[in-house]
């Protein structure tokens, strides 16, 4: 999705407005029981709980694409991946009103989220101590206007409708007891354990939006962290195969590019590399139509010979990233390498440089020793001591 897409989503989130149409919850407990489920008409809620309900949903569409949200295919072979398209379908259609899919769902969710806790759990006894979960899913349909050449939006003219689901998987965790101001008796007095509602660790959009229509080849899964993909909860769910986080894929692609590279890896190279992603990514952003950028074997090569590497090596790269993601595989390019950040590291010394100044750092080999150079404009300070 681009980010006209994901704005077009996010205002359909502003509490000063009633666009969703039905909100439906189930509370379970750690070992998967159900203590509550509920139907609310989101018409009929009060504003405050509308609010809170609203900024749950908002944190389905944070974070970076191709690492907290990422896209999943559906329908893509014959069989179990078509149920799961033609179940998420009966609920957008349906805006959540189809109670025997309702059912099925959270059937597949509380299996896979109680899978989850119980693998992250040591014992049965961690297993029933662990938060309990709620799970929310929130039913909307969007009249999208036509688009003028100019690709704005023309407000007298409806083309189509869109509708969707939002699912929200929120752990609930205890407080303890507390003294806390009662306004009531205007006094300190004793408060008892409660449960409250965190930020969900995962959640999903179906079906995800494409140039302002819908893909129903695809959700996007959104995880709070990056380095978990919730297997468990793909593969019920969507019946797919799990998705690789980023951190893996980084991590991957670092050891291809050192494997690779070898002798020609040097502070240069993933310098340029660097500088070249970061223009890519930046341009990137500023295009509000464009897709995530996501970078292929191909892609990968001609970033390195523009980096300096020789054809050889290069070769030998695009070889690397075949075998680890296929030769049509394509990976984001936050996933490639950081950013936002340049540091370079020894076993003893780390040194973090604004990534728009990393041509200030360098190596240089003196006496026999190999040194990292950092050129010091301005003043020089140690431990906030300014020194000469």
Same mark, same amino acid.
């Given at each position: 999705?681009?980010?006209?897409?994901?704005?077009?989503?996010?205002?359909?989130?502003?509490?000063?407005?009633?666009?969703?149409?039905?909100?439906?919850?189930?509370?379970?407990?750690?070992?998967?029981?159900?203590?509550?489920?509920?139907?609310?008409?989101?018409?009929?809620?009060?504003? #405050?709980?509308?609010?809170?309900?609203?900024?749950?949903?908002?944190?389905?569409?944070?974070?970076?694409?191709?690492?907290?949200?990422?896209?999943?295919?559906?329908?893509?072979?014959?069989?179990?991946?078509?149920?799961?398209?033609?179940?998420?379908?009966?609920?957008?259609?349906?805006?959540?009103? #189809?109670?025997?899919?309702?059912?099925?769902?959270?059937?597949?969710?509380?299996?896979?989220?109680?899978?989850?806790?119980?693998?992250?759990?040591?014992?049965?006894?961690?297993?029933?101590?662990?938060?309990?979960?709620?799970?929310?899913?929130?039913?909307?349909?969007?009249?999208?206007?036509?688009?003028?050449?100019?690709?704005?939006?023309?407000?007298?003219?409806?083309?189509?409708?869109?509708?969707?689901?939002?699912?929200?998987?929120?752990?609930?965790?205890?407080?303890?007891?507390?003294?806390?101001?009662?306004?009531?008796?205007?006094?300190?007095?004793?408060?008892?354990?409660?449960?409250?509602?965190?930020?969900?660790?995962?959640?999903?959009?179906?079906?995800?939006?494409?140039?302002?229509?819908?893909?129903?080849?695809?959700?996007?899964?959104?995880?709070?962290?990056?380095?978990?993909?919730?297997?468990?909860?793909?593969?019920?769910?969507?019946?797919?195969?799990?998705?690789?986080?980023?951190?893996?894929?980084?991590?991957?692609?670092?050891?291809?590019?050192?494997?690779?590279?070898?002798?020609?890896?040097?502070? #240069?190279?993933?310098?340029?590399?660097?500088?070249?992603?970061?223009?890519?990514?930046?341009?990137?952003?500023?295009?509000?139509?464009?897709?995530?950028?996501?970078?292929?074997?191909?892609?990968?090569?001609?970033?390195?010979?523009?980096?300096?590497?020789?054809?050889?090596?290069?070769?030998?790269?695009?070889?690397?990233?075949?075998?680890?993601?296929?030769?049509?595989?394509?990976?984001?390019?936050?996933?490639?390498?950081?950013?936002?950040?340049?540091?370079?590291?020894?076993?003893?010394?780390?040194?973090?440089?604004?990534?728009?100044?990393?041509?200030?750092?360098?190596?240089?080999?003196?006496?026999?020793?190999?040194?990292?150079?950092?050129?010091?404009?301005?003043?020089?300070?140690?431990?906030?001591?300014?020194?000469?």
């Amino acid at each position: 999705m681009n980010q006209r897409d994901l704005a077009t989503l996010r205002r359909r989130l502003n509490p000063e407005n009633r666009f969703p149409s039905l909100l439906r919850g189930c509370y379970l407990t750690p070992e998967g029981e159900i203590m509550s489920a509920f139907v609310k008409e989101v018409a009929a809620l009060p504003q #405050d709980e509308y609010e809170k309900y609203l900024a749950i949903f908002k944190k389905i569409y944070s974070g970076t694409q191709g690492q907290n949200m990422l896209p999943v295919p559906l329908g893509t072979n014959a069989g179990m991946e078509d149920e799961a398209q033609q179940l998420l379908l009966r609920l957008s259609n349906s805006s959540l009103r #189809d109670d025997e899919a309702i059912d099925l769902l959270f059937g597949q969710v509380i299996e896979s989220v109680h899978a989850e806790a119980e693998a992250r759990a040591q014992s049965i006894d961690e297993t029933r101590k662990a938060d309990n979960r709620l799970v929310l899913l929130l039913g909307d349909t969007i009249d999208l206007r036509h688009r003028r050449s100019d690709g704005e939006e023309d407000p007298d003219r409806s083309e189509t409708q869109f509708s969707y689901i939002l699912c929200a998987v929120c752990p609930v965790k205890p407080t303890k007891p507390t003294l806390a101001w009662c306004a009531d008796d205007q006094d300190f007095v004793a408060k008892p354990e409660n449960w409250t509602v965190s930020s969900p660790e995962m959640g999903f959009l179906f079906p995800a939006m494409e140039e302002g229509g819908a893909d129903i080849g695809c959700a996007m899964l959104y995880t709070k962290s990056a380095e978990n993909t919730h297997e468990g909860f793909v593969r019920k769910v969507f019946q797919c195969e799990p998705l690789q986080a980023a951190d893996d894929q980084r991590s991957t692609v670092q050891d291809v590019l050192t494997t690779a590279l070898a002798e020609e890896c040097s502070l #240069d190279v993933v310098q340029a590399v660097h500088e070249q992603l970061t223009v890519m990514l930046a341009e990137q952003k500023e295009d509000k139509q464009a897709e995530p950028l996501q970078l292929s074997r191909k892609d990968m090569r001609e970033v390195l010979e523009g980096a300096g590497v020789s054809q050889e090596k290069a070769e030998a790269f695009e070889q690397g990233f075949t075998d680890a993601f296929g030769s049509y595989g394509q990976i984001p390019a936050v996933n490639v390498m950081p950013t936002r950040q340049y540091k370079v590291s020894t076993p003893d010394v780390t040194i973090t440089v604004a990534p728009d100044k990393s041509e200030l750092v360098q190596t240089r080999m003196i006496d026999g020793l190999r040194y990292i150079l950092i050129r010091a404009e301005g003043g020089v300070e140690v431990n906030g001591i300014p020194v000469v």
